[in-house]
């Protein structure tokens, strides 16, 4: 059986043109807690995770994807990833080494095959978090994380090769053909996934909410504050997640999402579903159609960070 490398995901990292409002909105209405700033990055926490933080933002100039975390097993993990990296001619963007971010730890940083700079790290403290309350709107942890490629398949392999992540499903379109790639690095149905776009970008960020009315709420709650949304309610038949898409404000798509299945690995085959269907976007037909409005936005903006390690 193949070991997963990464044990799970734990903090996607943004550089924003507009922080002030970055902040604002993941702080106020997103529903994050400040964990920590330094200089201009503030760690922002889900109050139901024992993650540190779940997203950092950093003001700068350029907006890019800086990071996406994901947790090792220990010491030894990283150091045996680092070397198989190192072997197959991957970017270590550092050795293994003490990390200086909150909760410390052992890691190191390195690209990816389209390069986006990708973070292991084993030994982080664990944050005091606290159960989420019935009726609580607020994120309990992240969820997942979507990524843009030109080169899917490429990508798809990169991920099998190095880190032993497995495809759960794979979404088809008659004309398109093969899209979107859900990635799994435990027994969640995705803890990532892979769509075919214009340009390598993020895609979009999922944040798990406490159960079905608590996802309903923190919906309400941005439809209400006039947030932009992109696409939903409803529930994907991949994963069986139910799914709100909004935009943040400097354009990066993030979700509410609850209920994300959770596999009996031993017997998962995985499917290759033609979202042309309704149902397979939307099993409860509530949504909005899946469009070029939400194609487009979903492909955000050309990344300013490829194969550029972020300064922190
Ligand atoms: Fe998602």
Same mark, same amino acid.
């Given at each position: 059986m193949t070991e997963y490398a990464f044990t799970h995901l734990r903090h996607v990292a943004l550089a924003v043109p507009d922080f002030d409002k970055q902040l604002d909105f993941y702080t106020r209405q997103w529903g994050l807690s400040v964990a920590g700033t330094d200089g201009d990055t503030t760690y922002l926490a889900a109050? !139901?995770?024992?993650?540190?933080?779940?997203v950092r933002i950093r003001k700068a100039t350029d907006k890019r994807l800086d990071l996406i975390s994901y947790g090792a097993a220990d010491a030894a993990a990283v150091d045996t990833l680092a070397e198989k990296l190192g072997r197959g001619g991957v970017q270590l963007i550092n050795e293994p080494g003490t990390l200086q971010t909150p909760g410390g730890g052992y890691g190191f940083r390195f690209f990816d095959n389209d390069g986006r700079t990708i973070e292991i790290s084993a030994d982080v403290a664990v944050r005091r978090h606290r159960k989420v309350e019935? !009726?609580?709107?607020?994120?309990?942890?992240?969820?997942h994380v979507v990524v843009n490629t030109t080169d899917p398949e490429g990508t798809v392999a990169f991920y099998e090769k190095y880190f032993g992540f497995k495809v759960s499903d794979i979404l088809m379109h008659p004309r398109m053909g093969n899209m979107m790639w859900f990635m799994r690095t435990n027994s969640f149905h995705h803890s990532m996934a892979i769509a075919r776009g214009p340009h390598p970008a993020l895609h979009h960020a999922s944040f798990e909410m406490r159960g079905l009315d608590e996802y309903m709420r923190g919906t309400g709650k941005m439809l209400r504050a006039g947030v932009e949304k992109i696409w939903g309610p409803g529930r994907h038949l991949a994963g069986n997640n139910t799914f709100s898409y909004f935009l943040d404000p400097n354009g990066n798509t993030m979700e509410y999402t609850t209920e994300l299945e959770v596999l009996d690995e031993d017997t998962w085959h995985p499917h290759l579903y033609d979202?042309?269907?309704?149902e397979v976007t939307d099993q409860w037909g509530t949504a909005n159609a899946m469009d070029e409005f939400v194609a487009a936005k979903s492909f955000n903006d050309v990344d300013k960070g490829l194969f550029v390690a972020p300064p922190v």
């Open positions: 109050e !139901g995770s024992p993650e540190q933080y779940v019935e !009726g609580e709107a607020i994120p309990v942890k992240l969820s979202f042309s269907e309704p």
